[in-house]
């Protein structure tokens, strides 16, 4: 089972830009797409973004499309999420989660992923 370790959080300006990171433990990280999802005070943990195995595939809530980026890096067991353009909307948790099964095509479903990192905080101001 891979472990995560989230970072690169904090306070930021709307229109201003984060780089979250999220670090792997154990040599299955590769093999798996991830995911990057946030949680709101008071509403459910949602989808933000995922990445396959190989980086060829990526996906993004329509939330986010255009202004975040996720990217992973395997020979350093890291993935990240450039946040451009941010918006008091995007304050929240983010936490990132590894795919539950090998087969990932694309789901949103907090279900489908497990392994989660602790969190780290990020907020916009306005």
């Known amino acids: 089972q891979v472990q995560l370790v989230e970072s690169g959080g904090g306070l930021v300006q709307a229109g201003g830009s984060l780089r979250l990171s999220c670090a792997a433990s154990?040599?299955?990280?590769?093999?798996?797409?991830m995911g990057w999802f946030r949680q709101a005070p008071v509403k459910e943990r949602e989808f933000v973004a995922a990445?396959?195995?190989?980086?060829?595939?990526?996906y993004y809530a329509d939330s986010v499309k255009g202004r975040f980026t996720i990217s992973r890096d395997n020979a350093k067991n890291t993935m990240y999420l450039q946040m451009n353009s941010l918006k008091p909307e995007d304050t929240a948790v983010y936490y990132c989660?590894?795919?539950?099964?090998?087969?990932?095509?694309?789901?949103?479903?907090?279900?489908?992923?497990?392994?989660w990192g602790q969190g780290t905080q990020v907020t916009v101001s306005s």
């Open positions: 154990g040599r299955t990280f590769r093999r798996y797409a």
């Open positions: 990445i396959n195995w190989s980086s060829s595939t990526t």
């Open positions: 989660a590894a795919a539950r099964s090998l087969d990932y095509s694309g789901s949103y479903y907090v279900d489908d992923f497990g392994s």
